[in-house]
Structure formats: C-alpha cells, structure tokens
C-alpha cells in the first residue's frame, strides 16, 4: 500500500529530480570529454575549460549516486547475521545501519558546509566558478541519503522495504 498525496508525490518529485541530475551530468561529461578529444586531435585545439568541468561534474555524479544507493539499497553490504538473528535481530540490524549511515552523513556534511562557505570565495582556475560549487556535491549528497535514510519514517510499512518508483 503505497501513500497518497502530497508526501508521495513529493517523494516522487525528489526520486526524479536526483535521477534526472544524475544522469544528465553523466550524459553531459561524456559529450564533453567526447567533444575535447575530437577538438585535441582532430583540430588540433584543446578547450581549456572542458577538463576542470568533468572533473566537477564527475564529483558530483558520485555523490548523486551515492544517494541513489542509499535509496535503493544497493550499496555493498555484509550480510552474514541478516536472516540469522530473528525478527528483532533483523530490526535491530535495520536500526544500525540506519543509524551508521546517518552518522555518516553527518560527519560529511556538517563540516562541509564550511568548506562550501569559504569555497564561495575561491575561483576554479579555467571557468573562474566559485568552488563552493563544487564543495557543496559532498553536503548535498549526504544530506540525500540522510533524507533517504529517514524516508521509511514518513511512508508505510510495506513501501520502506521496496525501492521508489
């Protein structure tokens, strides 16, 4: 039974939001490192821009990744007590990864935001962007999967265990 509403369709909006992200940015730095190596050895013209882009891009796309994982639940994980240890084992093993992930999240993200303030003053050195930019893919993704991670508190039973879509 899946909720209905405003908070599904919000859930919905966020799935669809961090795919489409993702996945543009994928499709746009292999059309720009695809564009680069023609530019360098066919015409013999390197775009001093196109490296330092990817490279920012491909931070990101980690990070949106890694959020997607935690949504779906297909990081790697050890399973040697899971369906061992009961009904309340398994809880309790839910419960702790839950809580490790959100621990996680927070030691990432917490001081990041540091790093994302100062960053707004420093400039990337090709584009002249502010790094803040860039410094901020680690906040947001955590905070993705933080907001993944407590996902199950807002939905039914049923729909927690399953993977949105």
């Known amino acids: 039974m899946r909720p209905v509403g405003k908070v599904a369709r919000a859930w919905r909006m966020l799935d669809r939001a961090v795919d489409a992200l993702c996945s543009s940015m994928c499709l746009g730095l292999t059309a720009i490192s695809f564009v680069a190596v023609i530019c360098r050895y066919v015409f013999n013209s390197s775009l001093t821009w196109s490296e330092e882009l990817t490279r920012y891009m491909f931070i990101w796309v980690v990070f949106l990744g890694a959020a997607i994982g935690v949504r779906e639940r297909t990081h790697i994980a050890v399973d040697l007590f899971a369906g061992r240890l009961g009904l309340r084992g398994d809880a309790a093993l839910s419960w702790i990864e839950r809580l490790a992930t959100l621990a996680f999240a927070g030691f990432v993200a ?56």
């Open 110 to 165: 917490i001081p990041g935001w540091t790093f994302v303030i100062v960053g707004m003053g420093n400039r990337s050195a090709a584009m002249e962007i502010p790094m803040g930019f860039v410094y901020a893919a680690p906040v947001v993704g955590c905070l993705l999967m933080a907001v993944y991670v407590l996902r199950p508190a807002s939905t039914t039973p049923r729909e927690s265990e399953a993977p949105s879509r």
